[in-house]
């Protein structure tokens, strides 16, 4: 008896299980593509972005340096140590590359003594400046050139006798000047501090009668001299 009431049950069962299968195929074969689709289609269709280029966000950050001016102070370490100022200006060739032009003045504090002299001169120094922008207010830099140099050394003539009077060496060399530093501001007034080498090969060196036995002695002095600390304010516009 309990198997006759079971059989009917069962296929009842069954028909409903199968209309229910029907009906939520039907609904899948109607599925809209909501909002959360749309996004997951536009994803994968999607092209992954491309790497960025160092150089050329290097390049877009140099922009603004057209035109710059600058002045400095510093100390040159050599036989002769003296303290030095200066004034330039650069002009931009590319984003990173810059023509420069500096002039310098040394001096060495002191009286002029018979067996050391005081030294002045004047430097004109062309060159190339590099420039490498880490980070929006700070960047790298190095600038190369020539080094046109022309001065005066001054000795004391009578060592016994304080100011008897002077005796003067003219000199006149060309040489390189080589420093690399560092700049940091905004894109209009930027601090710098920079060290480098400076040498120096005299073509004409002329001396009073007085002095003139100094003159070798002279000539090796200046060959080398490391500009130990420079420092100033840089102006772009």
């Known amino acids: 008896m309990f198997g006759g009431a079971f059989m009917p049950r069962l296929v009842a069962l069954l028909v409903l299980l199968t209309l229910a299968g029907v009906a939520h195929g039907m609904d899948l074969g109607h599925f809209s593509h909501g909002p959360r689709a749309a996004d997951l289609f536009k994803a994968q269709s999607e092209q992954p972005a491309k790497s960025e280029d160092p150089v050329r966000d290097m390049m877009e950050k140099s922009k603004w340096r057209n035109?710059?001016?600058?002045?400095?102070?510093?100390?040159?370490?050599?036989?002769?140590?003296?303290?030095?100022?200066?004034?330039?200006?650069?002009?931009?060739?590319?984003?990173?590359?810059?023509?420069?032009?500096?002039?310098?003045?040394?001096?060495?504090?002191?009286?002029?003594?018979?067996?050391?002299?005081?030294?002045?001169?004047?430097?004109?120094?062309?060159?190339?400046?590099?420039?490498l922008d880490f980070h929006p207010n700070v960047a790298l830099y190095s600038n190369h050139g020539l080094s046109v140099h022309a001065g005066f050394a001054y000795f004391q003539l009578n060592k016994r006798i304080v100011k008897s009077g002077l005796g003067e060496v003219f000199q006149?060399?060309?040489?390189?000047?080589?420093?690399?530093?560092?700049?940091?501001?905004?894109?209009?007034?930027?601090?710098f501090a920079e060290t480098g080498l400076r040498t120096q090969f005299m073509i004409i060196q002329q001396a009073d009668r007085e002095v003139r036995g100094y003159q070798d002695d002279l000539r090796e002095g200046l060959r080398f001299q490391w500009l130990a600390l420079r420092g100033g304010i840089r102006l772009y516009f």
């Open 67 to 131: 035109f710059s001016g600058e002045v400095w102070g510093g100390i040159v370490a050599s036989k002769f140590p003296a303290f030095e100022g200066g004034l330039g200006f650069a002009f931009k060739v590319s984003g990173s590359i810059a023509v420069s032009i500096r002039v310098a003045y040394d001096q060495q504090l002191g009286d002029p003594r018979d067996y050391r002299p005081q030294l002045r001169g004047l430097y004109l120094e062309p060159g190339v400046r590099l420039h």
């Open 172 to 191: 006149f060399g060309v040489g390189t000047a080589n420093v690399i530093g560092l700049e940091f501001g905004d894109d209009f007034i930027r601090g």
